[in-house]
């Protein structure tokens, strides 16, 4: 009996044991540039049939950032064609050991495919270069306003394939910033602000095209739009110490003709006050007042996610330039234009 129990164990032991996993790289780029997002595709066999599905673990790499843990799978008869996508973050990078395992009631034993060293170009670009690498790169829509006296601001929505959006930067550009970006990198999507010179009547940048192997010119003509409700616009808004000395005179004279009326005891005299008491309401409606909560963030763009270029630190009474869906523009003491949420407006 105990011979029988014993050959049982060491019949399942070796079962346990075997090597059911064959790995074998089938793609694999013969260079990589530094910034590049690029893709390794292994080949899997597995001599069992039946598990729940084939795991992988990832160690000794450098210079890469793993951008799916997960491959991206295609199914042949006999086989499973395992995609990996990588971004090369250093000078030198190797690939990492990748080891297989079946996820089964039954544990079987693990393969290791051994990564191997890649070659890594490190890019000379122009001064102009956007630090983009795509397979391709595309701008949707665009717009320019005034930002203040000396600057316009640029928005755009750009989308890419096979590319790290998040690294892009420009030279020479007084403030920049990403307002969204998606998390893929296969196909990314972002919007993303500029701040430039009013001088330039156009904003040309490059980026660098794998497939074609060369930079790639972008222009964005600068075509200053006015709108002053979705965008950041208005840099040149009413003096409202104007406007209230012309508030304050209709007043006074609204004031003159009452005592002129009751001195003369002529009721018609009543009526010339209407015109400026019109007045003294159109201008108010101009120019109105909202209260802002202190701690409320002023963001540059109407974007719960954007960018915030000021906190207030107390209580503000601002004057309201406009409005979009869930936020307030106003005009801050500096004279610069934000974007406040509606959510932060207290009462008076």
């Not at 039954?106 to 290791?112: G, L, N």
């Not at 009543?270 to 120019?287: D, G, K, M, N, R």
């Not at 979009?324 to 004279?335: C, P, Y």
Request: with cysteine; proline share 3%; net charge positive.
């Amino acid at each position: 009996m105990k011979i029988l129990l014993l050959l049982t164990f060491l019949f399942f032991s070796t079962l346990n044991a075997q090597k059911v996993l064959y790995l074998s790289v089938i793609d694999t780029p013969k260079r990589v540039l530094k910034g590049e997002v690029f893709s390794v595709t292994i080949k899997t066999i597995s001599t069992i049939k039946k598990f729940k599905d084939i795991k992988y673990k990832f160690s000794n790499y450098s210079g890469l950032k793993i951008i799916n843990s997960t491959p991206t799978r295609k199914i042949n008869k006999k086989s499973y064609l395992e995609t990996f996508y990588f971004l090369a973050t250093r000078n030198k990078a190797k690939l990492p050991d990748i080891t297989a395992y079946l996820q089964s009631d039954i544990q079987y034993e693990k393969t290791t495919i051994k990564g191997s060293k890649l070659n890594i170009i490190t890019l000379n670009p122009k001064k102009n270069f956007s630090n983009i690498i795509a397979n391709s790169f595309k701008l949707l829509e665009y717009k320019t306003t005034s930002f203040d006296t000396k600057h316009n601001i640029i928005i755009f929505t750009a989308k890419a394939e096979n590319s790290n959006l998040s690294s892009i930067k420009f030279n020479n550009v007084f403030k920049q910033g990403i307002e969204s970006i998606s998390k893929s990198y296969l196909n990314p999507k972002l919007t993303y602000y500029l701040i430039i010179n009013k001088e330039l009547e156009n904003f040309s940048f490059s980026y660098f095209n794998i497939l074609k192997n060369k930079f790639i010119n972008i222009t964005i003509p600068i075509i200053v739009d006015d709108d002053s409700v979705t965008t950041q616009t208005d840099l040149k808004p009413k003096d409202q110490s104007k406007i209230k000395l012309k508030i304050n005179i209709a007043i006074g004279i609204i004031f003159i003709i009452l005592v002129f009326a009751i001195w003369r005891k002529k009721k018609a005299y009543f009526i010339f006050a209407l015109i400026p008491l019109i007045y003294v309401i159109y201008i108010a409606a101009q120019s109105k007042e909202i209260c802002i909560k202190k701690g409320s963030n002023i963001y540059l763009l109407p974007m719960s996610n954007g960018t915030i270029f000021e906190t207030t630190s107390s209580k503000y009474i601002l004057t309201k330039e406009g409005s979009i869906k869930n936020f307030t523009k106003v005009k801050l003491k500096n004279e610069k234009i934000g974007w406040v949420k509606n959510e932060d407006i207290c009462s008076f």
